[in-house]
C-alpha cells in the first residue's frame, strides 16, 4: 500500500480528483456533501473464487484508493473547503471487470467460473456476446442485457455475490431511507 507503485498510482488518482472538481466547477457545477462519486476501474485480475478478495493482493487496491480518497479530503481542506461542498467518494473495482455484476444479475451466466475468467475476452463475450463494449452497444446487446438483468431485484443477487460493490449498495440505500 506504500510501495512506489502505489505512492504513483496515488499521487495520479488524486490529482485525477482534484482535477475533475475543478474542470465541474468551471463548467458551474458545484458538488455538495449530497453527490456521490464512485471511483471506479476494471482490475482486469480474476479472482478465482469470490472469497479471494479479500486475499491482500485482492484488498490492497480498495485500501489503496480508501487512502486516495483520505489524501484527496485533505488536501481540499487544506485549501479551504468545508465539508457541505465534499462529496461522497466512494471506490468500486471489480475483479476482473464491470461486467461481473451484469454476471451476478442472472444463475444462467453467473457460476463460480465467472471469477476465473479473464475480462477481456471470455467474460465480455460472456455477457455482451462480443469482447468489446462498443460492439454491444452498436448491436444493441449493450442496452438489452442490462433492460434485462439489471433490475431492483438483481441488486440482492449483486449484494450476495460481489463483495466490491457492497459498500455502494449500503451507502445508496441508506441515502435513499
Same mark, same amino acid.
Given at each position: 500500500?506504500?510501495? $512506489? ?12 480528483? +482534484? ?26 485480475? &480474476? ?23 483520505? $489524501? ?25 471487470? +464491470? $461486467? +461481473?455484476?451484469?454476471?451476478?444479475? =442472472? $444463475? ?12 477481456? &475476452? ?7 456476446? =462480443?469482447? =468489446? ?24 443477487? +449483486? ?19
Amino acid at each position: 500500500m506504500f510501495g $512506489e507503485q502505489a505512492t504513483d498510482l496515488k499521487k495520479q488518482v488524486v490529482n485525477s480528483l +482534484i482535477n475533475t472538481l475543478k474542470m465541474l466547477q468551471k463548467k458551474n457545477i458545484v458538488l455538495d456533501n449530497r453527490d456521490l462519486v464512485i471511483i471506479s476501474s476494471d482490475s482486469e485480475k &480474476p479472482l478465482g473464487h469470490r472469497n479471494n478478495y479479500f486475499q491482500k493482493w485482492a484488498y490492497s487496491v480498495e485500501a489503496i484508493l480508501g487512502l486516495v480518497i483520505d $489524501e484527496f479530503y485533505q488536501k481540499l481542506v487544506e485549501q479551504g473547503y468545508s465539508d457541505q461542498y465534499l462529496p461522497l467518494v466512494v471506490p468500486l473495482i471489480c475483479f476482473p471487470s +464491470i $461486467e +461481473i455484476l451484469v454476471a451476478a444479475c =442472472t $444463475e444462467d451466466i453467473f457460476d463460480n467460473q465467472c471469477r476465473s475468467l479473464r475480462a477481456k &475476452p471470455y467474460l465480455k463475450q460472456k455477457i455482451w456476446g =462480443t469482447d =468489446t463494449i462498443d460492439e454491444a452497444r452498436r448491436n444493441g446487446m449493450l442496452y438489452g442485457v442490462l433492460e434485462a438483468y439489471m433490475t431492483h431485484d438483481a441488486l440482492d443477487k +449483486i449484494y450476495k455475490n460481489i463483495h466490491e460493490v457492497r459498500k455502494i449498495i449500503q451507502v445508496l440505500s441508506f441515502a435513499v431511507k
